[in-house]
Structures are given as structure tokens and as C-alpha cells.
């Protein structure tokens, strides 16, 4: 039976091919094939061929935005679905025609723009015709454009028209190791598990936990230290927010330089603790935007032990000393798509951070408050995206303390400053769950003695596994 509607099919585009080659300037023999071609262009051209011989009219415009988008000619769209609307402004059909002429991106256009100048279009549509199945449909259609898939999904409950929207709940987990290195002083390493949910499209939920640990190649010491994050975000539609916190702890060995008038270095124990809260707010609609903050408390202890023998006016005992930490940070950020797949990230920080001793640092005993900032900086990055692969590069322009990277959960304790620094990540799909992530960041230090490093080297290597919705 199948065999035969085919064949039917195929004898009546033979019979309207045939009289539009008999009689090019009849009008419904043109008409005729453009409404049972099945190859776009042939029906494109036949659509052309109707409207040079009717001089334009409503069937014709309505018919030729379909047969243009199919073939894939996304401009005549436009401007045929243009003609349309001037023809017939309160044709409901002619406005959902154009809406959909405006939101589908030509070749090198960015999809967000086209989005957004579907919207009036849309509006058009929906204020002549509000009721009814295809006014559903188009709700459906446009929420799932502009980000909002619980909305389409809402929508296309009641009327099943738009594309498989997948589950309300995504799982996905994480494995990432990290190289760390700052030249001639120290070589380390960390392990990082994460795991995310979202539930019903729109409440996402993150865990996160890492273990670090460093080695001074040259003259001993070293360290290590674990961190646990978590993270709680709501998103409807075009906009959202999320907030988030946790905490690390360490310790670290390292040698000192000999107490005034001995010969041998002490060694110094550090033992820190550090927690941080944030929050983060998001919308995009064409461009994105977001805005954060973070505010960190924590504090360390000196605890030195001197070698025997010290000379007179050294402790003679181990002796500790606490110190209080605070800091901050905000920060926001603009996306703006360029072309298909492009995209130009700008934003700007602003970190401070303020310690002071309890009681008097370690060996010389003076109590002097630091305060570090605000210093700030300027972000600037290119990223390229496409179906399994994500890609972006950039830098940090200026100066910021203690820094906390929110969309990694990572924070940076170092008690001096960072200058620019770079970075390069990039994303590919290994198998439709499977994904490789690596990465690699270069941060300068300021060099205040003739010991200190001036750069910081990072690398990542991780795999995330994306299930899917179900």
C-alpha cells in the first residue's frame, strides 16, 4: 500500500511538472507544482515563477516563506514574509510565517539576534489570533528559542507540536586532576569530584570536593589540603540566580630563614582554614549577563619550632601564632554573540583582602594589620561553540587578591597578588554521555624579593559524563 501512495505521489509531481513545462505562464499550473514538488528548490522556483505571473498576492507569499526556508534561502524569507504582513496585517498565518522567517539565523548569523528580532513578529501573531493550536504551537516554539524549556514544555503539554523537549531531571558527574606549578619554588597536584542534578528543568543542584597537595622541590616543605563546595541555582526562562559556599582547610611545612644571630632555620606550620559564601544572578536575552559576589573569612596559625641551640633571645619553645582573614570579591560580566558559534565575553572585578595577627607575628613580634586592595581588573575572552565542542580563551587584565573562580568553585589563597593572567579550555564530546575537558592557566605574580616565582602554571584534564534528561 505504501509502494502505491508513493508511486501515486510521484505520477501526480511527474503530471504537474509536466504542465508547468507545457504552460510556464499559467498561473495554477505554476501553483499547482509548487504545492506538490518535493524537491525545495524545484517548488522554490515554481513558487517564483507564480508570483512574477500574479504580480504578488497573499497564497503566493504565504507559500513561498515555507518553500524558501526549506530550500534554505533565509533572506527571500524575509523578505517575502515582509510583503506578507503589508498585504495582509491582520493575517495571523502571514505574522507566524514572518515570526518564523526572522527567528531562523542565515548561515553566519549568531541565533540569539535572530531570536530577538522574531519577537515582534511573534507578538503580531499572538494579539490576532491568541486561542487555538497553532498560537499554542508558536507560544511553545518561542519560549523553547528564547531558553525557557520549562515554559515550552508547559505549553506544548496541552497541544504536542514542538520539538522532543527530553526529561524534567539531568544528571551529571565529573573527574578532573590538576598540575600545578610556580617555577623554582613548588610542584603540586589535585583531584576534584563533581556531581550536578537538575530538577524539573529548573532548581540545579551541585556538589563539590577536591584534595590538593604541594612539594618544594628545593630545601624541603610542602603541603596539602582538601575543599568541599556545594552550590543551589534557580532558573526560569531567561533569567536566574544561585547561591553558593564552602570551605577549605590545610597545612603547610616550610623551612624559615635562621632567627637573628643562629645558623639554622626554623620550621614554620601553617594551618588554615578558609569558608566563603556567594551568590551569582544571570539573564540573557540576546546578550548575557551576570553579576556576583563572594565574601571569604577564615584565618591561619603560625606554629614554629626552633632548632636547639638558638641563641639568646629566641623562643625557647614552640610558640603559635593566629591570624584573622576577610576578603571579598565582585564581579559581572557581559556575553555577546558575533556570529554562529562566536561569541565575545567582557566583564571586570574587584577583590580585597585584610589579615592581622592576634598576637604579634611569629619572630618579630609586631602586630601590623594588612590590608591588600581593592584591586581590580578587566576579563576579556573569545568563545567558539558548535554541536560536541566548546572553546574559549582569554584574559585578566590588572591586578586581584585571593581570587574565587565561581563557575569552577575554586578558590586561590595566596597572601600576595596576582597580576594578568590567561587562559585557554576547551570541551569535545567523546561519545554521546562522554565528555573531555582540558585546560590551562597562566597567572603572573608580582616579584617582591629576589626568591619569589613570578608565574603560576595550571593544568586541567577531566572527564564529564552527561546522561542526558530523563
Not at 531562523?104 to 539576534?113: C, I, K, V
Not at 632567627?259 to 540576546?286: C, D, F
Not at 565528555?435 to 617582591?448: C, V
Amino acid at each position: 500500500m505504501f509502494i502505491l501512495i508513493l508511486s501515486a505521489w510521484a505520477g501526480e509531481v511527474e503530471d504537474a511538472r509536466a504542465a508547468a513545462l507545457r504552460y510556464p505562464q499559467d498561473y495554477g499550473t505554476q501553483l499547482r507544482l509548487a504545492q506538490v514538488a518535493t524537491d525545495p528548490k524545484e517548488a522554490l522556483e515554481a513558487w517564483k515563477q507564480a508570483r512574477a505571473i500574479s504580480a504578488g498576492n497573499l497564497e503566493v507569499y504565504l507559500g513561498m516563506v515555507e518553500a524558501a526556508l526549506e530550500a534554505g534561502d533565509v533572506l527571500l524569507a524575509r523578505e517575502v514574509g515582509k510583503e506578507a504582513v503589508t498585504l495582509a496585517p491582520e493575517s495571523a498565518v502571514a505574522w507566524r510565517l514572518y515570526a518564523l522567517a526572522q527567528a531562523t539565523p542565515s548561515r553566519l548569523e549568531a541565533p540569539a539576534w535572530a531570536t530577538l528580532r522574531s519577537q515582534k513578529a511573534v507578538r503580531a501573531a499572538l494579539s490576532r489570533e491568541p486561542e487555538g493550536m497553532w498560537s499554542d504551537c508558536l507560544r511553545a516554539w518561542n519560549r523553547l528559542r528564547l531558553g525557557d524549556v520549562a515554559g515550552a514544555r508547559q505549553v506544548d503539554a496541552q497541544v504536542d507540536c514542538a520539538p522532543d523537549l527530553g526529561g524534567k531531571t539531568a544528571l551529571s558527574a565529573g573527574f578532573y586532576l590538576s598540575g600545578t606549578a610556580v617555577p623554582t619554588q613548588s610542584l603540586g597536584g589535585s583531584g576534584t569530584l563533581w556531581a550536578g542534578a537538575t530538577l524539573d528543568q529548573n532548581l540545579s543542584v551541585e556538589l563539590l570536593g577536591r584534595y590538593s597537595a604541594y612539594q618544594v622541590p628545593t630545601g624541603g616543605g610542602g603541603g596539602g589540603g582538601g575543599a568541599l563546595y556545594g552550590r543551589l541555582g534557580y532558573g526560569r526562562g531567561v533569567a536566574g540566580g544561585s547561591v553558593f559556599g564552602g570551605g577549605s582547610w590545610g597545612s603547610t611545612n616550610t623551612l624559615t630563614e635562621p632567627p637573628i644571630g643562629g645558623n639554622e632555620p626554623a620550621l614554620l606550620v601553617t594551618r588554615s582554614s578558609t569558608g566563603s559564601v556567594g551568590g551569582q544572578i544571570w539573564a540573557k536575552v540576546g546578550l548575557s549577563l551576570h553579576l556576583e559576589g563572594v565574601v571569604s573569612l577564615g584565618g591561619n596559625t603560625d606554629h614554629a619550632e626552633f632548632p636547639e641551640g638558638a641563641p639568646v633571645g629566641a623562643p625557647a619553645a614552640p610558640e603559635d601564632v593566629a591570624y584573622a582573614e576577610r576578603g571579598w570579591q565582585l564581579s559581572g560580566g557581559i556575553g555577546v554573540p558575533i556570529l554562529r558559534g562566536l561569541s565575545l565575553e567582557l566583564g571586570g572585578q574587584l577583590s580585597n583582602h585584610y589579615q592581622e595577627s592576634r598576637n604579634g607575628d611569629l619572630l618579630t613580634y609586631v602586630d601590623i594589620p594588612t590590608e591588600v586592595g581593592p584591586l581590580g581588573l578587566g576579563i576579556a575572552a573569545v568563545r567558539y561553540q558548535r554541536e560536541g565542542l566548546d572553546l574559549v580563551a582569554g584574559g585578566r587584565f590588572g591586578q586581584e587578591i585571593n581570587p574565587f573562580r565561581v563557575g569552577s568553585l575554586l578558590h586561590y589563597d595566596l597572601d600576595r597578588p596576582f597580576g594578568s593572567s590567561f587562559f585557554a579550555e576547551g570541551s569535545i564530546r567523546l561519545a554521546q554521555p562522554l565528555w573531555l575537558n582540558a585546560g590551562y592557566d597562566f597567572l603572573t605574580l608580582p616579584e617582591t624579593t629576589a626568591e619569589d616565582a613570578s608565574s603560576l602554571h595550571m593544568v586541567t584534564l577531566g572527564l564529564v559524563f552527561t546522561p542526558g534528561a530523563f
